[in-house]
């Protein structure tokens, strides 16, 4: 298994969707139509891709939750964006959604024995459209998955799971390098530089994979739910619903308690940081809003009537999905504050967000539903590009580098899927 898309083990992460010189005037407009989700045109003189594509962000600031993805704004900084009107959300809405008769995994198929073939009326694959593909398929663990990091300069993937191990797989060969026992659930992992974060039961396991430090980070009150980095400071969620805060101290090579950050009443399930803010969702249903200078509330959205189970920053947006079966997408105000600028509603209640771009520079959201499947929409039209399915809900999504991303399931499968050019952007002219 190739994890750099081009035979080697170098793994830069590619900016997408760069500048082309084109000498037809109009291929460097963006297709109104193809922005709103219903382009018919083949070819289409115009581009079938966002101008310009995704910045690099400036130096000063560590990586965020997803900033390889380009969806999650560095501390301090508000990038500006193609999208900043609220009438610029939903357009295209359910009215693009994928054309099939159906949108059922075959249960026969999938025990191998549909006798059917192609002239069954159900899927026989694990995704529906083409603007993704499947990649492989890595098998271990026994549990839900709940983490997946890719680890800076590393050629190895983690994941963690509930079967309370967290696997180590080797990038080119696909194989398990290793099995790491934990002895509690794993509830979150993430990745930052070289360190990797795992969220356990009253615990935060902390591991540096160039110098092989293995460090123990106590404090958290039950399960650690998410965390997130910002600020120089290790954010987590946990159980008992208080966020707390690390910093690392290089002269003791360790990290030191900073704060507790009050509020919530229950656990907080999902954080992320983004314009010198700090985001976390929680089992109250609201999502508090922190300074990252000052570690104060600033204040408190309660427009969620369940859980907040993903919060994902992109441009100056932040979106949030719920067990309430919405993604709200909120912006700010002339005061500073939030509001709500647009809802997006689906069938089922929704479980994590991530963003990515696609391999034209198109903003992608991938969000997973309890329903066992994941809806690749885009942004900000909310249109649907295709599904991912599963035989239970997927719990973990997580993006590489070539526009390659993963999932995790409830049987504790880990999926390695790659965006794939569509047809339509490849205008000659």
């Known amino acids: 298994m190739d994890l750099d898309g081009q035979g080697g083990n170098s793994r830069v992460f590619q900016r997408l969707g760069g500048s082309q010189s084109l000498t037809d005037p109009r291929q460097q407009k963006v297709c109104h139509h193809w922005k709103a989700g219903r382009c018919t045109r083949i070819p289409c003189p115009y581009l079938h891709r966002e101008l310009p594509p995704p910045p690099l962000h400036n130096g000063h600031t560590k990586r965020g939750f997803s900033n390889d993805s380009g969806f999650s704004g560095p501390s301090g900084s508000r990038r500006s964006g193609n999208f900043n ?10 009215n693009s959604k994928v054309l099939r008769k159906t949108d059922k995994v075959c249960n026969f198929w999938v025990d191998g024995k549909c006798s059917y073939g192609e002239k069954c009326r159900y899927l026989h694959s694990w995704s529906l459209g083409d603007s993704f593909s499947l990649l492989t398929q890595l098998d271990g663990h026994q549990k839900v998955v709940t983490g997946i990091a890719l680890p800076a300069a590393s050629d190895k993937l983690y994941t963690g799971s509930k079967d309370e191990t967290v696997r180590v797989w080797d990038c080119q060969s696909g194989q398990c390098m290793g099995v790491i026992q934990l002895g509690g659930e794993v509830g979150c992992m993430i990745s930052e530089g070289p360190w990797i974060f795992v969220g356990i039961p009253n615990l ?3 591991w540096n994979t160039q110098t092989n430090t293995d460090l123990t980070l106590t404090g958290p009150v039950g399960q650690v739910y ?3 980095v910002g600020n120089d400071l290790l954010f987590a969620g946990t159980q008992d619903g208080a966020i707390l805060a690390w910093k690392y101290n290089a ?7 900073v704060a507790s950050l009050p509020g919530h009443t229950v656990a907080v399930v999902s954080l992320v940081v983004g314009a010198n803010r700090l985001y976390s969702g929680s089992m109250d249903h609201s999502i508090r809003v922190w ?8 204040q408190t959205l309660t427009q969620h009537t369940s859980v907040v189970m993903s919060v994902l920053c992109w441009d100056q947006y932040l979106l949030s999905c719920s067990l309430d079966q919405t993604i709200k997408v909120w912006a700010a105000t002339e005061s500073g504050n939030l509001e709500v600028t647009y809802t997006h509603k689906e069938e089922h209640g929704l479980l ?13 959201l991938l969000c997973s539903c309890n329903d066992n499947s994941v809806r690749v929409l885009d942004l900000p039209s909310f249109s649907e590009k295709g599904k991912i399915f599963a035989k239970q809900e997927i719990r973990a999504i997580q993006t590489g580098p070539g526009g390659l991303f993963f999932t995790g399931d409830g049987t504790g499968q880990v999926r390695v899927w790659k965006c794939a050019a569509e047809a339509t952007a490849t205008a000659t002219a």
């Open 85 to 94: 009107s609220a009438s610029s959300w939903g357009r295209g809405g359910n």
């Open 204 to 206: 935060v396991k902390a």
């Open 226 to 228: 998410a965390m997130v």
């Open 251 to 257: 002269a003791t090579l360790n990290f030191d308690p």
């Open 291 to 298: 300074n990252l200078e000052t570690l104060q509330c600033v």
């Open 352 to 364: 994590t967000l991530c963003g990515m771009h696609d391999l034209e520079g198109k903003p992608i």
